[in-house]
């Protein structure tokens, strides 16, 4: 939808992009961008964990029916720890090895 202007599910052709979405957190008047992930950052003095956002989130609307796609603006950026984001690499080929 993001590249072709028309909406899958109705064929509609009048979008909305949302460069950025907001996220309030624990109080209403603290508006901040929406993050798809949260990351390790480290350990704080106390050795509590220090935590941080990553993939800050963009979307695309129809008009017509509401239907929403949620698009990371800089993938490449998130940090794959192992723990709570894993990366996985592309499918093993099913050919003939040469």
């Known amino acids: 939808m993001r590249k072709t202007g028309i909406c899958p599910k109705c064929n ?9 979405l907001a996220d309030t957190g624990d109080y209403d008047t603290v508006i901040r961008d929406m993050h798809l992930a949260i990351v390790h950052k480290g350990e704080g003095w106390f050795g509590d964990e220090k935590l941080g956002r990553a993939g800050q989130l963009s979307a695309v609307v129809c008009r017509a029916c509401g239907f929403t796609e949620l698009y990371v603006k800089d993938p490449e ?22």
């Open 77 to 98: 950026r998130i940090p794959a720890d192992g723990n709570t984001i894993v990366e996985r690499g592309p499918a093993p080929s099913t050919g003939p090895h040469r």
């Open 12 to 20: 509609h052709d009048h979008t909305l992009l949302v460069d950025r």
